[in-house]
Every structure is written in structure tokens, then in C-alpha cells.
């Protein structure tokens, strides 16, 4: 288990900064479309959840914009690609944890119900 543990690390170092960069970026702008797509249609037509939509996109929305921005700056700038790396590792490994945290409040306070 370790030792598959230890390869797959060994290949992951081996990918460029430049394509995690890029990833970095579709997946932020795949996060962009879901999210202003949701809240362009809470606008539109108001709906129960239109709060929780707001209240997501008004986190989520800004730091997708960081990823892409910081992102665009480090593929132009070499020096800044490990920093700029380091920042979206923990932008991750908190919504990660974000993430978590709403489903364990859902196992634990079961599905909410629409008004």
C-alpha cells in the first residue's frame, strides 16, 4: 500500500507546474460557470434556495476569481508559479474541508426541507 502510495507520488512531481496551472484554471472556471450560472437564475426567477445560492457564490465567486487571476499571473511569471501553486493547494484543502462540513450537517441534521 506505501509503496503504491510512493509511486503515485513520484509521478504526480513529475507533471509540469504549467499544465497543473491550467487545470487549476478549467477548473475554476467550470466552478465560475456552475455558480454565476446559479445565481443569474436566482435573479432572474426567484425561487426558495435563492438565498443559499447567494450566500454560496458570494464565497465561492471571489476565490474562483483569485485561482484564475493568480493562475494567468504565474503562467506569464516562472517565479511566481510554486507560490501561486502553494496558494490554490490551500485554497483546495479548504473548500475540501468547506465541503466537508456541509455534508456531515446534512448526515447529522438530515436534508433540509424547502420552504
Do not use: F, S, Y
Given at each position: 500500500m506505501i509503496e503504491a502510495l510512493r509511486t503515485l507520488l513520484g509521478k504526480a512531481a513529475g507533471i509540469p507546474e504549467k499544465g497543473l496551472l491550467w487545470v487549476n484554471v478549467g477548473l475554476a472556471c467550470l466552478v465560475a460557470v456552475a455558480h454565476g450560472g446559479a445565481l443569474a437564475i436566482t435573479h432572474a426567477k426567484p425561487s426558495p434556495d435563492a438565498e443559499g445560492i447567494r450566500q454560496l457564490a458570494m464565497f465561492s465567486?471571489?476565490?474562483?476569481?483569485?485561482?484564475?487571476?493568480t493562475a494567468a499571473a504565474a503562467l506569464f511569471r516562472i517565479n511566481l508559479r510554486h507560490w501561486v501553486l502553494s496558494v490554490h493547494g490551500f485554497v483546495l484543502a479548504g473548500s475540501a474541508a468547506a465541503a466537508l462540513l456541509w455534508a456531515l450537517s446534512i448526515f447529522l441534521e438530515g436534508i433540509p426541507k424547502s420552504a
Open positions: 465567486l471571489p476565490i474562483t476569481a483569485v485561482v484564475i487571476v
